[in-house]
């Protein structure tokens, strides 16, 4: 390509100034994305709130497309290729922020019912980066983990985690959903908790979704929550985002907006993912180094107990108040309240309120290069480790 391309990116991807060598950016709205705004570009970088598919980008000039995200079932991978369009996205960006959310809640809901980690069956949905990322913090605090992935297996892939039935990870104490949303192929995964697997889970177990909504079916969940049978239940995702049913938002342990993965780090690490990539696609250089922005900051207390590893990582996260700010985007009163208090919004206001506590979500920063000055147990160095935590005591 000799002339500078025109690069249009969704207004809502950090680090847009990577791109400055490679052509001109100009910021658009993700969802919906104005089709006029591709008008004589030749690169859109979208999220996962833009469908990408030929109903967008037949007739236009678009010939990368990059994607900031884990998932891709945003995108008509097909259409693209059939078009001759590239496409990069961005695996493993965001694995960690992830996990960090999952071992948050796994760590609230065992100090809350007093279940010992090392007593803990942890049983995860797909084992790849995020899987793997989670499997190894649950596994430095003590959980025994075991996963399906039916894919891998097939694959004769070699895992450090040992790989089971989907019957025996539902069968665990914590399940953690980490697969792709597919509906085709031999392993789909559109409602693969269903209404049948889902009433073999009981209340004495912790369910976690991070992955996409439609991978549990959301109706099925609510009948089994709202006739107290269902799992102590942790939502990310939701099947019709942005769209957030107010009933099941109230039945769920812990709901969040779609941010498991919104880590500073994550999301520009996405970003520099696809710079490099678009680099390269150009045949120019790329090589700058990926911004950081992450400030000091020191733990200076012990840690000696679940509790005390848990108030560490509170430091950079507070699950409950994304909880607090859904329940109030979604006309939901603070905890508690009964359903005549719940303020009757519309779909578009929900859907709006959903797009806008994801546009404006806070800076939320991974726990590595925490420094801890404070004793450390022998029992939670190996997870302080993997978190990237330097302990200099
Ligand atoms: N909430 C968030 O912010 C957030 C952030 C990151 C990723 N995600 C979602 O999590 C998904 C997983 O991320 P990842 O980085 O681990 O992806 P990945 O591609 O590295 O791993 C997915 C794994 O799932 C396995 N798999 C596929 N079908 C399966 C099935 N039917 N049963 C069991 N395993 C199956 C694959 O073999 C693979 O090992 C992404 O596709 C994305 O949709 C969400
Ligand atoms: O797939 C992912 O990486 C995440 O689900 C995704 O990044 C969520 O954030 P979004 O792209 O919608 O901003």
């Not at 006029?36 to 030929?54: C, K």
């Not at 695996?91 to 960090?100: F, I, L, S, T």
């Not at 989670?134 to 895992?159: I, K, M």
């Not at 990310?236 to 498991?260: F, K, M, N, T, Y």
């Amino acid at each position: 390509m000799t002339n500078v391309p025109t690069i249009i990116a969704d207004e809502n991807m950090p680090a847009l100034e990577l791109f400055s060598g490679l052509g001109e950016v100009r910021t658009v709205p993700g969802r919906p994305l104005p089709r006029a705004a591709l008008t004589g570009a030749q690169v859109l970088l979208v999220r996962s709130v833009t469908r990408v598919d030929e109903a967008l980008l037949a007739g236009t000039s678009v010939r990368f497309v990059g994607s900031a995200t884990i998932g891709t079932d945003h995108v008509d991978l097909d259409y693209l290729a059939r078009a001759g369009i590239r496409f990069a996205h961005a695996p493993g960006c965001n694995a960690m922020a992830v996990a960090e959310y999952v071992l948050q809640a796994v760590l609230a809901w065992a100090l809350d019912n007093g279940r010992a980690l090392q007593r803990l069956r942890v049983g995860l949905v797909g084992l790849g980066n995020v899987g793997r990322s989670v499997a190894g913090l649950l596994e430095a605090v003590g959980c025994t983990v075991v996963a399906s992935d039916p894919p891998q297996v097939e694959a004769g892939a070699q895992t450090a985690v040992p790989l089971g039935t989907l019957e025996q990870v539902l069968a665990c104490d914590v399940i953690s959903l980490h697969v792709p949303l597919t509906t085709a192929g031999p392993h789909p995964t559109h409602h693969l908790l269903d209404a049948a697997r889902l009433a073999a889970l009981t209340p004495a177990q912790l369910l976690i979704n991070t992955c996409r909504g439609p991978v549990i079916d959301n109706r099925a969940l609510l009948a089994r929550l709202e006739a107290g049978q269902g799992p102590v239940t942790v939502l990310d995702v939701w099947e019709q985002e942005p769209q957030v049913p107010p009933a099941l938002l109230a039945a769920v342990w812990r709901g969040s907006p779609h941010i498991a993965g919104y880590s500073v780090e994550g999301k520009v690490r996405g970003t520099w993912m696809l710079y490099r990539a678009l680099g390269q696609w150009l045949g120019v250089d790329a090589s700058r180094a990926m911004p950081q922005q992450a400030p000091v900051r020191t733990w200076e207390a012990p840690v000696a107990s679940m509790a005390d590893l848990l108030a560490l990582l509170r430091t950079a996260y507070r699950p409950e108040e994304d909880h607090r700010l859904l329940r109030e985007a979604m006309g939901l009163p603070p905890e508690g309240g009964s359903r005549e208090t719940w303020v009757p919004l519309t779909d578009v206001t929900r859907g709006t309120n959903f797009d806008q506590l994801r546009k404006t979500y806070r800076v939320r920063h991974e726990t590595a290069g925490l420094r801890v000055t404070g004793a450390v147990a022998p029992v939670w160095q190996t997870v302080l480790s993997r978190l990237g935590v330097v302990v200099s005591q």
